[in-house]
C-alpha cells in the first residue's frame, strides 16, 4: 500500500509540472521581446548611382534579390527609421522565399535572414549574388550608352573594337563593386569572389546583344578574341622574319579559325552582332558604303547578302584580284544583284560611282575641311573637270613643254580656286 501511494505521489507531482511548463512557457511566448528596429542610419551607405555623371541619377528597378540600400528621407530631409518586422513563419513543408524576408531595406532583408537561422557563409553568397547582378545590370546599360555607330565608317573605332568611353566606363564599374562588397562584408572578401574581373577588354563588346551576354559567355568572346589577335600577329611576325609576304589566304584562314570558335559559344544573333561590328568584311562594307547615308537595318541586310560570299572568296582565293575573269564576273554579278537589291537602283548608282576614285578624293576633301556631305557631289564635277583639261593639255601636240607646264600650273590653281569657294562657309543671315 505504501509503495502504491507513493507512486501515485509522483504521478501527481509530474502532472503539476508539466501543467506549470506549460503556462511558463505561453506566458513566455506572449511577453518575448521583440529584436530593436533597424534603421537605415545603421545600414551601408546607397550604391553609387548607374547614371552618367552629366545626368540625374536613375533609379534601378529590379528583382528584390537585387535590391540594394536605398535611403528614404522625410519631409525635413532627415533619414527616416524603418522598422524591420518580425518575419512570419513559413507555411509547412514551405522554404522562405523573397517575398517572405523582404524589407523596405537591404540591411533589414540581411537581418531578417539571419533571424530565421539562415547561415552566414550563405547570406556572403547571397550578398555576392545581389552585387553581380546589379553590376550586370549596370554593364548593359552602359553597353548600350556607349555603341558605336557600326554600319557607318568612324576612324576612331577599327575592326579591332577600341572604345575608351565603354572601356573607361567598365572600370569605373569594377570600381563601384569593389567599394559596394567592402561596405558589405568588410575587408579581405576578394579571396570568397569566384566573379571574374571585366575591367579589361580586348575586344568592348557593346548593344544590346553582346552588352547582355552572360559573365560566363562574355569572358569566353573576349578569350577567343585574345587568342585571335595573338594567332595573327604571330603569323605576320614570322613572316616578316621570313622575309615573306604575308598571304591573304592564311589571313582569312585565321579570321575563319575565330568564327568557329565564336561559333561555339554564341547564338546566331550574337555571332552577327559581333561579325557586324568587327569583322574584317564589315569594316571594309563600311568604306564602300561610304557617304550613301546607309542606315543600320540597310547595312545589317547588305551584309548578310555578302559576308558569306566574300568570305568564301577570301578563304579560296584570297581576294577578288586572284579570281579568273569567268569566276570573277559570276560572283561579282551575284554580290552587286544583292546589293542593288537592297538599295534601290538609283542610290546603287551612287554607290558605283563612289567607287570611282577621283570620286573617293572627292570624299576626302569634303570631310577633311569639315563641310557637309552633299558637297561631294560637286567637289568630285571640280575634280573632275580638272583632270580633263589635264588629259587635253598632255594630248595637245600644238603646245611647247614650257607652255604645257605653265597651262597646268594655271589649271591647279583654277581648281584650287573653285574647292575653296565651294567649301567656304556661307556669310551670316542679317
Known amino acids: ?194 566573379a571574374p574581373s571585366l575591367a579589361n577588354h580586348t575586344v568592348a563588346l557593346t548593344g544590346p546583344v553582346l552588352g547582355g551576354l552572360p559573365v560566363e559567355t562574355y569572358m569566353a568572346v573576349q578569350e577567343i578574341c585574345a587568342r585571335s589577335v595573338s594567332r595573327h600577329q604571330d603569323y605576320l611576325m614570322g613572316r616578316f622574319n621570313e622575309g615573306q609576304a604575308s598571304s591573304q589566304v592564311e589571313l582569312a584562314k585565321l579570321r575563319d579559325m575565330t568564327r568557329k570558335d565564336l561559333s561555339v559559344v554564341l547564338d546566331r544573333e550574337g555571332l552577327e552582332e559581333f561579325l557586324l561590328r568587327f569583322s574584317h568584311n564589315s569594316s571594309k562594307l563600311r568604306q564602300d558604303l561610304r557617304g550613301l547615308g546607309i542606315g543600320a537595318d540597310e547595312f545589317r541586310k547588305i551584309f548578310r547578302a555578302t559576308d558569306q560570299i566574300d568570305h568564301q572568296i577570301q578563304l579560296e582565293y584570297g581576294g577578288e584580284e586572284s579570281l579568273s575573269s569567268k569566276q570573277r564576273e559570276q560572283l561579282t554579278r551575284q554580290r552587286e544583284k544583292a546589293i542593288a537589291g537592297v538599295l534601290g537602283q538609283d542610290r546603287y548608282e551612287r554607290l558605283i560611282l563612289s567607287r570611282d576614285p577621283l570620286f573617293r578624293q572627292a570624299q576626302m576633301i569634303v570631310m577633311q575641311s569639315g563641310a557637309a556631305e552633299n558637297l561631294t557631289q560637286p567637289m568630285f564635277d571640280i575634280l573632275k573637270r580638272a583632270q580633263l583639261k589635264r588629259q587635253q593639255v598632255q594630248v595637245n601636240t600644238d603646245m611647247t613643254q614650257e607652255q604645257k607646264q605653265s597651262a597646268m600650273i594655271a589649271i591647279n590653281q583654277e581648281q584650287v580656286q573653285e574647292q575653296r569657294k565651294l567649301l567656304q562657309p556661307p556669310p551670316p543671315q542679317k
Not at 2 to 28: E, K, M, P, T
Not at 38 to 43: K, N, R
Not at 149 to 156: A, E, L, N, V
Open 1 to 194: 500500500m505504501r509503495s502504491r501511494g507513493l507512486f501515485i505521489g509522483f504521478v501527481v507531482l509530474n502532472v503539476a509540472f508539466a501543467v506549470a511548463l506549460i503556462v511558463f512557457v505561453a506566458g513566455s511566448g506572449s511577453k518575448s521581446s521583440v529584436p530593436p528596429p533597424a534603421t537605415l542610419s545603421s545600414l551601408p551607405a546607397p550604391p553609387i548611382s548607374i547614371s552618367p555623371s552629366n545626368t540625374a541619377p536613375t533609379t534601378v528597378t529590379s528583382t528584390p534579390a537585387a535590391t540594394l540600400p536605398v535611403e528614404t528621407t522625410g519631409s525635413t530631409g532627415s533619414v527616416a527609421n524603418v522598422t524591420a518586422p518580425t518575419p512570419p513563419a513559413p507555411p509547412a513543408g514551405k522554404q522562405f522565399g523573397w517575398q517572405d524576408i523582404e524589407t523596405a531595406s537591404y540591411g533589414g532583408y540581411l537581418e531578417n535572414l539571419r533571424r530565421v537561422g539562415c547561415p552566414e557563409k550563405m547570406i556572403r553568397q547571397i550578398i555576392f549574388h545581389d552585387a553581380n547582378e546589379l553590376f550586370n545590370q549596370r554593364r548593359l546599360e552602359a553597353s548600350v550608352k556607349h555603341d558605336f555607330k557600326w554600319w557607318q565608317p568612324d576612324d576612331r573605332m577599327t575592326a579591332g573594337g577600341y572604345n575608351p568611353e565603354f572601356q573607361s566606363r567598365m572600370q569605373t564599374l569594377v570600381l563601384e563593386r569593389r567599394e559596394l562588397l567592402t561596405k558589405l562584408l568588410g575587408e579581405n572578401w576578394e579571396q570568397e569572389d569566384n
